[in-house]
């Protein structure tokens, strides 16, 4: 007791949200619900992907036309590709576009150009016309994150609240507590005067010595509940402590708290149709069955899309580049040069027998543009001189589609269970609300009677004394008095202090425990 640490109710509501370590789980478990809804928008972040890598081939030659010197194609290229994919956020629709980029080395006796650096680039776009066009699982799952978000939200204001009324339950018992304590330490000196006073009449010899004896019982058994108000003290100070404490190294635990609120304090005066309308405004619990509901009606859509025939329209379109170093001219075609000689023979025949020669071959000439290295492949691409498209409609229809159905099928009795719920919840409110006002107005109806039954305890005694001491009463009657009056005091006290409860139970049922107390929730 000699570290002492006056408290307000305010104060102790004040250090329990912030020490509370059921509130400290409840706020983590917001910014875990704020991090659900991130990573669900993240479905539309666009991916980045790359791939590059080194080839070397040999292909044995299995025809006259195949290319190969001494049996086998040799090429040996390295290839570069990139690709971006998403999905769009509106629609469903999906998007890639795809580049690639090599450079090709070969001995084929063919190839014009050689290196030669092919580039590509191809965008292509996937909508869908009927099912996932107004709504599919990446939607849904942001709504479904979005509405747990507002659900952890609520379900930290219903902690917030029971917390308050935790806190303020603790201090006002342990204000009863220290109450009482004195209530029973002023019995004990009651006691200890009635005592002396016998203890002087005997030797007076007015009293007889067993009416000492009397007396010193009448002590030992208020000491006994002296000792055990001290308990209840102490119980009811290490529960308000363990809701407000920072933790078991916490200084208030070495110290004794002395509540500084009177009391005293007014009942709360509220008509059963408000406070009814309060807590159907308020009540958290009620948020929380409306955003279940809202929660199945995202899955009832997404079923329901689910039970349509899939209808995509695909389009594409890419353009090509490519570029390379042309073979020297003194290269031999291999299309040509094996009947040059031929010809030449052909032609000198001809010309003995005075006719014209064969006429020559068309020359084939590889256009300007392709000729270059790796900037002339992208030069090409970017003029989009070679291009390509495709559209067209995919089609995807189950003959039978259960499994879609038995999915819709559940969601719509999952919302009938929840509706049922929500009407049971608030018939429940109801009942919490007409309980909490009951309980006060009992309370109010017992404190009036308490204090009535005190007054009324105070003036017995005394007069009972006062005959006593006239010799016109028994001991045993001065000491049921005194035992009487102790007991009203402690029944107003405990009156006082119900009502007090009562009050907190009556914010708690309303759902007003925040507004009445002036707390702000901030979670984000």
Known sequence: MSA?????????????????????????????????????????????????????????????????????????????????????????????????????????????????????????????????????????????????????????????????????????????????????????????????????????????????????????????????????????????????????????WNVSIIPSDAVDLDSPTMSLADAMKVAMENRPELQVSTLAREINETDQRYYREQTKPQVDLIGSYGVVGLAGDLITAGATNPFTGSNTQLRDRVNLLSQLNALPPLPPLPSQTIPDNLIGGYGQSLSNLAANRYDNFRVGVQVNLPLRNRTAEAQLGRSLVEGKRIQTQREQLEQLIQIDVRNALQVIRTAESRLRAAAAARSASEQQYASEQRKFDAGQSTLFLVLERQTALTTARGNELRAQTDINTASAELQRATGNALQANNVVVLVR
């Not at 666009?46 to 086998?72: D, H, I, Q």
């Not at 917390?163 to 109450?179: E, K, N």
Request: net charge neutral; aromatic share 8%; glycine share 6%.
């Open 4 to 252: 002492q640490r006056p408290l307000s109710v305010r104060e102790a509501i004040s250090m329990a949200l912030e020490n509370n370590k059921d509130i400290e789980v409840a706020r983590h478990n917001v910014k875990i619900a704020e991090f659900d809804l991130l990573g669900a928008r993240g479905a539309f972040d666009p991916r980045l992907s790359s791939l590059s890598y080194y080839e070397r081939t040999k292909t044995p030659s299995s025809s006259f036309l195949s290319g190969g010197a001494n049996g086998a194609v040799e090429q040996s290229d390295v290839t570069g590709t990139f690709r971006l994919e998403g999905v769009a956020p509106k629609y469903g629709g999906g998007y890639r576009i795809d580049f690639s980029s090599i450079r090709v080395t070969s001995n084929n006796q063919f190839a014009a150009l050689n290196p030669q650096f092919p580039t590509a680039l191809t965008f292509n776009y996937t909508q869908p016309l009927w099912r996932g066009f107004s709504f599919d699982n990446n939607r849904r799952l942001i709504e479904i994150a979005k509405k747990n978000l507002s659900l952890t939200d609520a379900q930290f204001r219903q902690r917030t609240i029971d917390v308050i009324t935790s806190t303020q339950r603790a201090y006002w018992d342990l204000v009863f507590s220290l109450r009482n304590l004195q209530i029973q330490r002023d019995a004990v000196h009651d006691s200890r005067t009635q005592l002396e006073h016998n203890k002087r009449l005997v030797t007076e010899g007015v009293l007889a010595p067993i009416d000492v004896v009397a007396a010193e019982a009448q002590v030992a058994g208020f000491e006994q509940s002296v000792y055990s108000a001290l308990e209840d003290v102490s119980r009811a100070e290490n529960s308000l402590k363990n809701l407000i404490a920072e933790n078991r190294q916490s200084e208030l």
